[in-house]
């Protein structure tokens, strides 16, 4: 199962996306639901020296590209929940329920809503325990879950081009 992330509302707060998915087997794209983030800093996978330097602790979103997704134990949540793994710069990052930027330090808030006006997802939980049920189903079956993040490139342009 491919997870994808697309970024589109940029502000220096939270950055908020659609979360759509890609099933084994299938090349038809499944929207599922939005995303909130903290602020896309421009970061890219393929650069670490860059992640490095133009990541702000617990402030920045993680950098666009693909990751392996595995359900780890977590000592925060008591439970195993989907960490995004070998993120250049970021430790501990995971997919987990909340609603705007305050309540992630850089992991990935899923939900079924979007309120743009607040800059959060809505009914999170419903979201990420869907989530948690989809990915342990695909680790059961041994197949591989990842997580592609990328920008839509007129959103993207248009927030880094603002103050131009």
């Given at each position: 199962?491919?997870?994808?992330?697309?970024?589109?509302?940029?502000?220096?707060?939270?950055?908020?996306?659609?979360l759509s998915?890609?099933?084994?087997?299938?090349?038809?794209?499944?929207?599922?639901?939005?995303?909130?983030?903290?602020?896309?800093?421009?970061?890219?996978?393929?650069?670490?020296?860059?992640?490095?330097?133009?990541?702000?602790?617990?402030?920045?979103?993680?950098?666009?590209?693909?990751?392996?997704?595995?359900?780890?134990?977590?000592?925060?949540?008591?439970?195993?929940?989907?960490?995004?793994?070998?993120?250049?710069?970021?430790?501990?990052?995971?997919?987990?329920?909340?609603?705007?930027?305050?309540?992630?330090?850089?992991?990935?808030?899923?939900?079924?809503d979007l309120?743009?006006?607040?800059?959060?997802?809505?009914?999170?939980?419903?979201?990420?325990?869907?989530?948690?049920?989809?990915?342990?189903?695909?680790?059961?079956?041994?197949?591989?879950?990842?997580?592609?993040?990328?920008?839509?490139?007129?959103?993207?342009?248009?927030?880094?081009?603002?103050?131009?």
């Amino acid at each position: 199962m491919r997870l994808l992330l697309t970024r589109n509302l940029f502000s220096g707060e939270a950055t908020l996306g659609t979360l759509s998915i890609v099933y084994a087997g299938s090349d038809e794209v499944k929207p599922f639901g939005f995303s909130c983030e903290d602020t896309d800093r421009g970061l890219d996978q393929v650069d670490p020296a860059g992640c490095i330097a133009g990541k702000v602790a617990g402030l920045t979103a993680i950098p666009v590209g693909t990751y392996r997704v595995a359900l780890t134990w977590s000592p925060k949540y008591v439970r195993k929940v989907p960490e995004v793994l070998a993120v250049p710069a970021f430790r501990g990052i995971r997919i987990h329920s909340g609603n705007d930027a305050d309540d992630t330090e850089g992991c990935i808030l899923p939900g079924l809503d979007l309120d743009a006006a607040w800059w959060r997802v809505l009914r999170s939980r419903l979201a990420a325990a869907w989530l948690d049920r989809e990915i342990a189903a695909c680790e059961e079956r041994g197949e591989l879950v990842t997580l592609e993040i990328r920008r839509d490139p007129t959103a993207w342009h248009a927030w880094v081009g603002r103050s131009v």
